[in-house]
């Protein structure tokens, strides 16, 4: 056996496979958190069937839930990638845990791309149950799966650099306060459960500007109307996404 066979062979790891390492211990976290599977699974799941199934909000709709569903699966969007990330990245850095992978060859935009992946996973599994409920109270989806996939991923750039900006300069109490509100707030006056036609014309222009309505409205126009792509819903997202990113990486703080 010649010297050396075993030798060390010291320096990072190539950036692709520690953000795949990291994508995947990020996904188990987020699976293996109750709190977490509260807000991203059982909310979404009680709301779709509550006001499917009872008359509480006129929709406008035939059946309550062709309007419901697009925004339900955009509700899951945000309390993933924005609300549940804001939380667990808020408590990671009170912790100490980002102050040790700031001590790691991981680069900070690699992190981001990690989180975001890891939420990316987990809405794949959001969206699967809440479509297979949806079918179950008689859904009857349309559109263009690229369309929607494109929305989903958009909005999920859009949310998770709210998300970690928030978590990055905030201390961990006032994200969990502040990351509730918001989930709250963009519940009711995002179009998710109350269509935005039910609001007065001057609060109405200013809820569209929000990434939750230009969610919610295009995943609406493809899956309800059978549209194409909603390019102004699209580019809505599309802009808060570079927006929320690029201030996250600008801003990010690791203690």
């Known amino acids: 056996m010649s010297t050396g066979t075993y030798a060390p062979k010291p320096g990072a790891a190539p950036v692709g496979r520690m953000i795949a390492a990291q994508t ?68 990671e850095r009170r912790y100490g845990v980002l102050k040790r992978l700031g001590a790691s060859p991981l680069p900070r935009w690699a992190l981001m791309a990690s989180k975001t992946l890891a939420v990316l996973v987990t809405e794949v599994l959001q969206i699967a149950l809440l479509t297979a409920i949806a079918l179950g109270l008689g859904w009857s989806p349309h559109g263009d799966p690229f369309s929607v996939l494109l929305l989903v991923v958009l909005g999920t750039a859009a949310f998770s650099g709210l998300g970690l900006l928030m978590a990055g300069t905030l201390r961990a109490e006032a994200t969990l306060a502040a990351a509730n509100l918001v989930f709250l707030l963009l519940l ?50 599309a802009v808060w996404a570079v927006l929320g990113l690029g201030a996250a990486a600008r801003f990010f703080r690791w203690e």
Do not use: H, Y
Request: hydrophobic share 55%; charged share 15%; glycine share 10%.
């Open 24 to 91: 995947a211990l990020e996904t188990r976290m987020l699976l293996r958190n109750g709190e977490q599977l509260l807000l991203t699974v059982i909310i979404p799941s009680l709301l779709l069937v509550l006001f499917s199934t009872v008359d509480i909000v006129d929709t406008g709709a035939d059946k309550a839930v062709d309007f419901l569903a697009p925004g339900v699966l955009a509700l899951a969007v945000l309390s993933t990638a924005f609300t549940g990330q804001a939380i667990a990245t808020g408590f």
């Open 188 to 237: 009711v006056g995002g179009g998710v459960i109350v269509p935005l036609a039910k609001f007065p014309d001057a609060a109405r222009s200013v809820l569209e500007l929000l990434p939750i309505s230009a969610l919610s409205d295009g995943l609406r126009a493809v899956l309800q109307d059978g549209a194409a792509l909603p390019w102004g819903d699209a580019l809505t997202l």
